[in-house]
């Protein structure tokens, strides 16, 4: 079954991807490769490889090559170590792109969640009109317009909605002008661009969801989720041109907020935490000082660095449309991290700044029983400031 | 398709030894363990993923019997076709054997897997203040079975020598499926011929290396970190003979060419001053050692006409150094879609007729050649930056990369320090050794390989 594949869009990286010169560098990072037992096809190496097989019609599109071209987390770990400074993540987006356009991707999980998000507007399948569920009736008066928007993202509305409530709480303490879309808010596209399901979001999703937001007044949208904060921050841009609103991670507004002290922490919170990169926020955009300066303005905190941090973070092994295609793997990714990095700092709390991470993490604990508790950006914020009693307390 | 019928029974077989999820047959399977990181390309038939030495004994015993050809293969980082199935038939991908099984401080040794990544032993091996000195750039990939086998160096090898000085005894599989056992436990071993070094070096061809025994030391408690410029890279070169006739051996001494450092500047925005050569260099030892030593160094140094040269003051500024060195590789990548890493080896007394000549060669052949390489010992990677797509271009370097090869002979060197033969070299060894050493290679090799199973096709040694 021999076809003329013609990859069109990735005609860009035709000459990147043969400038590979497969000097293996990349092996020590891919948190895949490390599981599947280093076997070579599991590798960013071996995912060029595919990628130019298919390209010179060397090889077809089998199941088996889709699921491989599938069996990546896109946390770009491997770019920090390639010689020729190969984007492969964004190579391996370009090529689920292709094999959905050829009809052979994205594979059957993914097509599942996809038919979701066009049903329920999520992921999950949950319903559009319990979105805004997470939201606590005292709180949800808010304004139709304001300057500021917080999106709060698909999982942090139907799976960690501790994240929602505490982002919520201190915008209101810091007496932001603010609002929240809603019911109105859906799926940013972010699960469909990673999974090479591009051309729906430019048409639909992004245009949506940015009218929605224009229609609304906001000049800034905050996000705590990573995987929104960049499919607005950088890929609505490059479908649709530089937006009518400012992008900004919850972690650079807390920034901001701290520094404007907008927000106050009153009492010592005396807590040993660490800090997760996620991978979208970090090594995809760079922020990696915000988070840490926010945890390091909190009296009483003992904050620890892990070994590997910043652009040498370990991936979660929750992007990419990973961990909905290969539970198991991913959570077990996820301890991986926990075991190698976070425990070793012997700390009471991870912290970290995407939904995503808090979820696979909290997943690996309890697989794990591990006596570590994880918490998003905004829950310890929340918690330093000290006004609520009703979030857990930590030891 | 006769292919596969062929080897249909032969995967039943290997199923059976390893797992039917150890053994790989689909097309997209093979075609990534087609390549190495050479330029050359072929694909096997078959992937075998062995996880102890039993598997791998049955494997080749298989192999043997059914006349199947087999390649050893690590992490896949050699550059010279080592890991290439150039005749097809099974390719033995060792990176799941990655135990460390002993770390032995009163001994001084540890004892390995093949497929353990040179990083992580060296990881490993600090948490107990030591070390095994070989070490190769590709650490962070490479395994020490593929070190080994190739008898990887890197900076080190100036001080301690290369894989092949590190090496106590070995478990090898022959090709008939046999196991043996080679040299032994002990820091000291005169017992029978030393097939120890034998297999260290054989580039896969005389048998699966399955266990190694190898020597370590102390991490060294100080170390001086040294830089230097020169306006002429022979003088460069020179520096090396006359600090060893100060009785000094520095720990690593490598050189960057111009071409070199503008590129790492460039990629890593440093600022390293932009001479014709710069020199970093490193004492290790006892504190006062170190200053003592250091102290002769500097003043060989500025005798040889080195300038600007300093000690790296802070810790930062050795890593500095030491990323700079390292991002070389990666810098020059920048340059141009193909690099070919050369790493002929001369006699110090030499260097600077040979850097000399490399850059005739470079003007000659009006390709770009970026120079570095562990000049202390004599061992230089001058990198041809070239595109193996422009089949002119591709002639040129091509030829100019033999001539480069052929002036190291000349000059009393060695056409590969620590990279090995492979595919790459395998028409100079006979230029090197002269017809009769090398026909006592294919001697060996038919006497260990009758059936000529065992990465056929490598070295020039035959079909």
Redesign the interface.
């Known amino acids: 079954m021999k076809r003329n594949l013609k990859l069109p869009a990735l005609k860009q990286y035709e000459e990147k991807i043969y400038s590979c010169m497969r000097c293996g560098f990349c092996r020590s990072t891919c948190p895949i490769l490390l599981k599947r037992d280093m076997e070579e096809t599991f590798s960013p190496r071996g995912r060029i490889l595919l990628i130019r097989g298919l390209m010179s019609n060397e090889l077809d599109p089998s199941t088996r090559l889709v699921e491989k071209i599938y069996s990546c987390t896109t946390c770009r770990h491997c770019y920090s170590t390639c010689p020729p400074r190969l984007e492969i993540d964004r190579i391996v987006e370009a090529t689920r792109n292709q094999l959905v356009k050829l009809g052979v991707a994205p594979p059957k999980a993914h097509r599942a969640i996809t038919s979701k998000i066009e049903s329920e507007n999520n992921p999950f399948g949950e319903p559009k009109n319990a979105r805004a569920r997470w939201l606590e009736s005292e709180e949800s008066v808010l304004p139709e317009k304001a300057e500021v928007l917080y999106w709060a993202g698909c999982m942090a509305s139907y799976r960690t909605q501790a994240t929602a409530r505490a982002t919520v709480r201190i915008l209101k303490h810091a007496g932001v002008n603010f609002t929240i879309l809603g019911k109105e808010e859906g799926c940013c596209g972010s699960f469909l661009l990673r999974t090479g399901q591009r051309d729906v979001v430019e048409n639909k999703y992004a245009k949506v969801n940015v009218a929605k937001i224009a229609d609304r007044g906001a000049k800034t949208v905050v996000t705590a989720c990573a995987g929104c904060f960049r499919t607005f921050h950088d890929e609505y841009p490059e479908m649709l041109g530089t937006l009518p609103f400012e992008v900004l991670h919850v972690s650079q507004y807390l920034e901001g907020l701290v520094k404007a002290r907008r927000i106050g922490f009153s009492k010592e919170l005396t807590m040993k935490v660490t800090y997760h990169d996620p991978c979208h926020l970090g090594r995809h955009l760079s922020i990696y000082e915000p988070p840490r300066n926010v945890m390091n303005a909190i009296p009483g905190i003992v904050f620890s660095e892990m070994v590997k941090s910043h652009e040498e973070s370990r991936c979660c092994g929750a992007g990419g449309g990973f961990r909905s295609a290969f539970p198991e793997l991913s959570v077990s990714v996820a301890m991986d991290r926990l075991k190698l990095d976070v425990l070793p700092t012997s700390v009471d709390a991870v912290v970290t700044a995407c939904p995503f991470c808090v979820k696979n993490f909290e997943d690996a604990v309890k697989r794990g029983g591990m006596r570590l508790q994880v918490l998003d950006l905004p829950e310890l914020v929340w918690k330093a400031m000290g006004i609520d009693r009703s979030l857990p307390s930590v030891a | 398709m006769i292919r596969k019928r062929k080897f249909k029974s032969v995967i039943q077989k290997l199923r059976r030894i390893v797992g039917p999820q150890n053994v ?1 047959t ?4 093979l ?7 050479s330029s050359f390309s072929a694909m096997p038939d078959i ?1 075998v ?1 062995p996880h102890d030495v039993r598997q791998v004994a049955r494997i080749v015993k298989l192999a043997n019997r059914s006349l199947i050809p087999i390649t050893p293969r690590g ?3 050699n550059l010279t076709g080592a890991a290439i199935p150039l005749r097809g038939g099974i390719v033995v ?1 060792l ?2 054997m ?1 135990r460390i099984l002993e770390i032995d401080r009163t001994n001084l040794r540890t004892i390995v897997e093949p ?1 353990v ?1 040179h ?1 992580d032993l060296e990881r490993e091996l600090a948490k107990y203040r030591l070390f095994w000195p070989p070490d190769p750039a ?1 650490t ?3 395994t020490i079975g593929g070190v080994l086998a190739e008898s990887g160096g890197g900076m080190r090898a100036l001080k301690y020598g290369t894989a092949r000085d590190w090496v106590l005894g070995l478990e090898v599989v022959l090709p008939n499926g046999k196991l043996i056992r080679t040299g032994s436990q002990t820091l000291k071993c005169a017992s029978g011929f030393d097939l120890t070094r034998l297999f260290t070096r054989s580039e896969g061809m005389l048998g699966i290396i399955v266990k190694a025994v190898l020597k370590l030391r102390p991490l060294p408690e100080s170390l001086i970190r040294i830089t230097g410029t020169y306006d002429e890279l022979e003088s460069a070169g020179s520096t090396v003979g006359k600090i060893f006739e100060a009785g000094i051996v520095p720990t690593i001494m490598e050189i960057l060419d111009k071409p070199t450092i503008e590129a790492v500047n460039k990629f890593l925005k440093l600022k390293l001053p932009e001479a014709n050569a710069l020199i970093i260099l490193d004492i290790d030892g006892t504190e006062e050692e170190c200053e003592k030593l250091a102290k002769k160094v500097e003043a060989v140094m500025v005798e040889m006409g080195a300038k600007n040269v300093r000690r790296a003051a802070t810790a930062k500024e050795m890593e500095d150094l030491y990323s700079a060195r390292k991002a070389a ?2 810098a020059l ?2 340059l141009k ?3 070919l890493i050369e790493d002929i080896t001369v006699p110090v007394s030499e260097l600077s007729s040979m850097l000399k000549r490399i850059q005739e060669l470079s003007r000659k052949y009006g390709v770009l050649i970026a120079t570095l390489g562990h000049v202390g010992d004599g061992n230089l990677h001058p990198n041809i930056c070239t595109d193996d ?1 422009n089949p002119e271009e591709w002639r040129r370097a091509m030829k100019c990369f033999r001539e480069i090869c052929e002036s190291a002979i000349e000059l009393g060197g060695t056409i590969s320090g620590e990279h090995g033969i492979g595919i790459a070299k395998a028409a100079l060894l006979e230029e090197e050794y002269g017809r009769e050493a090398v026909k006592v290679m294919r001697d060996i090799k038919r006497v260990l390989d009758p059936n000529n199973i065992m990465n056929p096709g490598k070295m020039g040694l035959g079909a």
């Open positions: 790989l689909a097309a997209e399977e075609y990534c363990y087609s390549r190495d990181s992937v993923r992490a896949g980082t991908d990176s799941g990655n497929g990544v990083a590709s962070d990939a490479c590789f990666p990548c920048q879609p193909t690099i797509s």
